[in-house]
């Protein structure tokens, strides 16, 4: 079982082919795809990969499901001794996005060597 570790929306998501997830939202519409880039680890069993600080040659491409809002948070502000009391609600908009694949894309280039 491969999984990778992702970094999106300043969030860190676990991973792997057949996940469904919710991210802050991420520009597009119902049934596009998305790449996401920043893979900070790639896990197979009994070997990981640790990018420092990312791994540049691996990627995680993934479906949009829905754009959708997340559950409505109430804030409320006090002011003491002046009888001021308010309250608003907050529904942050989300994406679901279904994994599809961990994949290296191109080469991986060889160091070169010190000769």
């Known amino acids: 079982m491969q999984y990778a570790i992702i970094q999106t929306g300043s969030k860190q998501y676990r991973v792997k082919a057949g996940d469904e997830i919710i991210v802050e939202k991420i520009q597009g519409a119902e049934g596009d795809k998305v790449t996401f880039d920043n893979v900070l680890l790639v896990a197979d069993p009994g070997k990981a990969t640790i990018g420092q600080p990312h791994l540049i040659h691996f990627a995680v491409t993934g479906k949009i499901v829905a754009q959708t809002k997340s559950k409505k948070i109430r804030v409320a502000t006090y002011k003491a001794k002046s009888r001021y009391r308010k309250v608003k609600g907050h529904r942050q908009q989300v994406t679901r996005v279904a994994i599809e694949a961990i994949s290296k ?9 010190k000769r």
Do not use: E, L
């Open 105 to 113: 894309k191109g080469r991986i280039a060889k160091k070169p060597s």
